[in-house]
């Protein structure tokens, strides 16, 4: 049973920064992708980074790419998201999702993701 818990979200004035955490359990070892996605409100959900838990090869959509990093604590069993130079744009709630199927190279397409944590909201005023 997959289990995915976030937190690490509040809120921060645009600038600034912020580390969300995700903590997961129920995977198999170095397998599959964790991916992190954000909704606004009115908007759909969408996919912000990603990361192979076998390679620890990370992936980044465009509107974050340079700003966000993605990173995996093997001992901890959980995927942060450091996220830097934040703005108003960035307001969202932050999902984090499993993809165990996946192999290599990780999407960030709604649809591959099977197990999604509750979320954790980011406001930046």
């Known amino acids: 049973h997959v289990q995915l818990v976030e937190s690490g979200g509040g809120s921060v004035q645009a600038g600034g920064s912020l580390r969300l955490s995700c903590a997961h359990s129920g995977l198999s070892v170095g397998t599959g992708c964790i991916g992190w996605f954000r909704q606004a409100p009115g908007k759909e959900r969408e996919g912000v980074a990603s990361i192979y838990l076998d390679d620890l090869s990370t992936f980044y959509t465009d509107v974050v790419k340079g700003r966000f990093t993605i990173s995996q604590d093997n001992a901890k069993s959980t995927v942060y998201l450091q996220m830097n130079s934040l703005n108003p744009e960035d307001t969202a709630i932050y999902y984090c999702?499993?993809?165990?199927?996946?192999?290599?190279?990780?999407?960030?397409?709604?649809?591959?993701?099977?197990?999604w944590g509750q979320g954790t909201q980011v406001t930046v005023s």
């Open positions: 999702a499993a993809d165990m199927a996946r192999r290599w190279v990780c999407g960030h397409e709604v649809g591959d993701y099977d197990d």
